[in-house]
């Protein structure tokens, strides 16, 4: 697919399935400033935003402040527990309502997820508002009919080195 240096791009990042994927293929972390820099592709940002999920761990305020650092604006809400113990914390609709609300303003939404819900919302947009949807993911993980019904799909598994913070590990003697 060609991209036009004039297009305006809307970048929207589930940022848990990333972090699931490229710790479960990987055992990496993900590298979102290369992930907004090949999203983007040279074109002009209006907006990318990175769905989080508040789960109360040290960790995570930092994290949150690196991705709004290298660019994001950061949408989180807190992890829900239920009577039962099960623990549920998705953005899927929250972010199908946000890139349907900016679809106007944008000529291409880039989608940083692989899963197949998102099908539904890919044929709308661009059905019914005119955008290029892009799909920037782990193929390994990704959906064949997410890969399928996008106009470009990046496979982060072709260049992994690029998309990755490898972590040290040490080992005891």
Not at 96 to 103: F, L, R, S, T
Request: glycine share 6%; hydrophobic share 45%.
């Amino acid at each position: 697919m060609t991209k036009h240096l004039d297009q305006r791009v809307g970048v929207f990042v589930d940022t848990q399935n990333m972090y699931w994927s490229a710790k479960n293929l990987y055992k990496a972390n993900v590298n979102f400033k290369e992930i907004l820099k090949t999203a983007v592709a040279g074109r002009k940002l209006i907006r990318a935003i990175a769905y989080v999920i508040k789960s109360e761990s040290r960790d995570e305020v930092g994290f949150f402040d690196a991705l709004d650092k290298q660019g994001f604006e950061v949408a989180s809400k807190d992890l829900q527990i239920f009577f039962s113990g099960v623990k549920k914390g998705d953005w899927d609709v929250g972010i199908a309502v946000d890139a349907i609300k900016m679809a106007d303003k944008l000529d291409a939404v880039v989608l940083v997820c692989g899963d197949g819900d998102f099908i539904p919302m890919v044929k709308y947009l661009q059905e019914n508002k005119g955008c290029f949807v892009e799909v920037l993911a782990f193929g390994k993980t990704t959906s064949s009919k997410l890969i399928e019904a996008a106009d470009d799909f990046i496979n982060m598994d072709d260049n992994p080195g690029k998309y990755l913070i490898r972590t040290r590990t040490f080992i005891k003697k």
